[in-house]
Structure formats: structure tokens, C-alpha cells
């Protein structure tokens, strides 16, 4: 009986030191188990950081994109928006008693085509030629960066795409400028030359007027300018002004490059000179079309 029992003893322990190899093998099992379930879960808050990281990214991308024009207008709401632009009503330049007295009306703009269309008359009277034109300015200050306009330049044609060459007395033009040319830049059409002039002017004490010595200008010979829309693009940097039409390169200019924020301005007057503009057209209409103008500051990807 004792041997019988002390055999059985044996087993008991033997199986005993079994179950207790078991349950350690059980148990470095569990921690495996525990790891990969924490890993499990890891990869889970991981993913989700990756989203939130990706959600972040869009939208920075999305601000970016958006901040990358910083002004924009395509004239489609059928009037002029104020928020926007301010109305010119003052005398325009060339003006000359006994001459030529131009002025800009709010009554030259006009906005059911879908675009901005303004138009230039002019009448004789006792006192000399009398010009209608209109001209609208920026509210907004703009600097160094690119400006972009989609002009029909001034013609005798009253539609968009409607058949119609250039005519003297008559200058059509977009442009930045503040006081008294302390920063000027001119895309400037003359309907006697049928031209676009690029000005760019600096005039370092606007206490004065600008004087010829305080720019740089390039004739641009190009006769379908009055006849169908052009893509103007006005690249400003601190050191140089660079204007291309439908992406060719017709300016570059390194003087008199201006160095402070300037309006934007889109205008179309009346002339009556042997040279700038050209000789008055008496009752012949004339109409600049604009069908878009934005501004993207320099260094926007």
C-alpha cells in the first residue's frame, strides 16, 4: 500500500509540475495574446491619426487654393458690385478746356451682356468736344503679384463678339495706380495707333506731378486687339514688370518699377489730340469690354 501510494504520489507531482509548466506556457500565451490585442488596437488610433492628418492637410490645401486669388471679378451679377469697386465721376484725363472736356458717367457702364461693356461718346458743343467715358476702381490696395484681365479693347462694336475695329478718340485701358503715379503700371490701347502702350511709372515725391524722366514705356504693335478678347497677364515683382498677351511675353521692364500697393482701375475715355488717343470721333460710339480681372499675390503656389 505504501509503495502503491508513494507511486501515486509520484504521478500527483509529476502531473502536478505538468499543469504548472502548462499554466506558465498558458500564461506567456496570454501576455502574447494581450500584446497582439494592444497591437490590434495600435494600429486602429493610428489610422485614425493618419485620417486626421490627411482631413488637415485638405483643408490647408483647400485654404491655400482659395487664398490663392485674392481678388476676383467676372461682372456677372448684372450690376456693379460695390463691395468691390468704386464708381469713377470726375473729370477724365486729356481733358483741356476749349478742347476736350471728358468726363466719367456711371451711365458708360453697363452689365446686361455678362460682362462689363463701357462705352465712350462724344459731342460737339460751343465749348469744344464734349467725352463720356466710365472707369471703375478697385477698393482694395493690391502689390507685387500677378494681375490678369480678359479685355475686348476699345472698338465699334457693342457685342462681345461682334464685328468692329479700333477708332481714334478713344484710349481703353486696365491698370493699377495710386497718387499721383507714386505706383503706376498701364496696359493702355490708343484707338489712333491702334497700340497698346505698357507704362510703368515711379514717382518718388508725390508731393509733385510725374514727369516723362519717371517711367519706362513699350509700343506694342498688335492690330487684333480691338477685334476679339485677349488674355493681358501683368506680372509685378520688386525689381521687374513683365506684361504677356495670351501668354506671350511683349514687355519687360526694369526701370521705374514701382514699389508701392496701387488700385486696380478698368477705363475707357474720350480723347481729342493730334496724338495721344487720337482726334475726337463725333456720335460714333466706342465700347471696351471686360469679361474678367483677378489678382494673385506674388509667392502663391
Known sequence: MKEGLAINN???????????????????KGQAVSKIRAWRIWPSWFELILIFLLYWSCLMLRADTQARVAFKDEFKGGKLDTTKWILATYKSPDSSPGVNRGLYVSSALDFTQGMLRITVQQHATASGIESLGGAIISKELFGFGTYDFEMRMSSLSPTPQG???????AVSS?????????????????GNENALWVSSWFNLDPNFDPTPLQKTSDKVDEPALATRFRHYSLV????????????TRVAHQTEHVPQ???????????????KWGGVAAVDVERYF???SVKFTPRGAK
Open 174 to 190: 486696365g491698370f493699377i495706380y495710386y497718387n499721383k503715379s507714386e505706383s503706376e503700371i498701364d496696359l493702355e490701347f490708343l
Open 10 to 28: 509520484t504521478e500527483i507531482k509529476e502531473l502536478a509540475d505538468h499543469k504548472f509548466a502548462l499554466d506558465q506556457h498558458a500564461a506567456r
Open 289 to 291: 469690354f471686360v469679361r
Open 260 to 274: 508701392n500697393p496701387a488700385h486696380i482701375i478698368l477705363q475707357h475715355r474720350g480723347t481729342n489730340s493730334d
Open 163 to 169: 464685328d468692329g475695329t479700333a477708332s481714334s478718340g
Open 236 to 247: 509685378w515683382s520688386p525689381k521687374t514688370v513683365d506684361v504677356y498677351i495670351d501668354s
